[in-house]
């Protein structure tokens, strides 16, 4: 039985139908044509928005190696740049994978921006010892995503260039980004695809295979290192696209699923007012 949810602006119907459709999902596409397409897309973006060029944040992972390059090639056929932007919060863990990474996406330029020193001062300035840690924890994993948002907006301010977002249509309907954080950006080449798209696309990108079946992390709480997404889902990604794709996953993966969007609505919506 469909459910609905009141995100400010109206009910919406919660059931697979309306989510795909809400989410944009392509379905079955000709990979080849639908990566040639969403960079075609990026090209005639810049060219009228007149923007100088893009910039993203690269982490290592599938969708921002895969989201650069896009926008990189998009950059190279309009002669215009794409900065390739670091942002370890210190030392990052897997570093080998962020520098094969922008390796393979060949940036005009790269630029890295340890996140650390503005994220611990912020959240020391802001610090209270009635907070559980797990609560605390998890908010400052927030305040990372969204500095690194802070630094991407400023660099784009600076060569009036636009800020790539790398979300997809499986983190849209899990609602898993930080509202204001990497759920912030200009644009997002890869909206309505599934992950197994996202990794499709890779592997016609010519993107390394380590990186393509990386096991994704957001890797932002310091007492659930590298945590991966699927465990903090409670379904997998093969769950989760199956849903998308329109097939039948069973009720418990569905449940997860649809509660996790009613859930997570209001990070889709603009905020609402009276």
């Given at each position: 039985m469909p459910g609905r949810i009141d995100g400010g602006?109206?009910?919406?119907?919660v059931d697979q139908e309306h989510i795909r459709a809400a989410l944009g999902v392509v379905g079955e596409v000709d990979i080849a044509a639908e990566t040639e397409r969403r960079i075609g897309?990026?090209?005639?973006?810049?060219?009228?928005?007149?923007?100088?060029?893009?910039?993203?944040?690269?982490?290592?992972?599938?969708?921002?190696?895969v989201a650069g390059r896009l926008a990189s090639t998009a950059c190279a056929r309009t002669?215009?740049?794409?900065?390739?932007?670091?942002?370890?919060y210190g030392v990052q863990g897997d570093e080998a994978d962020a520098t094969a990474a922008?390796?393979?996406?060949?940036?005009?330029?790269?630029?890295?921006?340890?996140?650390?020193?503005?994220?611990?001062?912020?959240?020391?300035?802001?610090?209270?010892?009635?907070?559980?840690?797990?609560?605390?924890?998890?908010?400052?994993?927030?305040?990372?995503?969204?500095?690194r948002?802070?630094?991407?907006?400023?660099?784009?301010?600076?060569?009036?260039?636009?800020?790539?977002?790398?979300?997809?249509?499986?983190e849209a309907v899990m609602g898993f980004f930080t509202k204001y954080g990497d759920g912030a950006f200009d644009v997002g080449p890869l909206q309505g695809l599934t992950k197994a798209q996202v990794r499709a696309v890779g592997r016609e990108l010519g993107a390394p295979a380590d990186l393509v079946e990386k096991v994704p992390t957001a890797d932002l709480e310091e007492l659930?290192?590298?945590?991966?997404?699927?465990?903090?889902?409670?379904?997998?990604y093969a769950e989760i696209d199956a849903y998308l794709m329109?097939?039948?996953v069973g009720d418990r993966a569905r449940s997860v699923i649809e509660d996790a969007y009613r859930r997570t609505a209001h990070k889709r919506r603009l905020p609402p007012g009276p």
């Open positions: 602006i109206g009910p919406e119907v897309f990026l090209a005639d973006y810049l060219e009228q928005a007149g923007a100088s060029g893009y910039v993203l944040g690269i982490s290592g992972g599938v969708d921002s190696t002669g215009r740049s794409f900065t390739a932007v670091r942002l370890p922008v390796d393979f996406i060949e940036p005009t330029s790269t630029l890295t921006v340890d996140i650390k020193p503005a994220v611990d001062a912020l959240h020391e300035a802001t610090g209270s010892p009635d907070v559980p840690p797990e609560v605390a924890d998890f908010v400052k994993g927030n305040v990372k995503a969204r500095q948002m802070v630094v991407q907006y400023a660099v784009a301010g600076r060569l009036g260039a636009l800020v790539v977002g790398t979300d997809h249509a499986a659930r290192p590298a945590l991966p997404d699927e465990v903090a889902y409670g379904v997998t329109g097939e039948d």
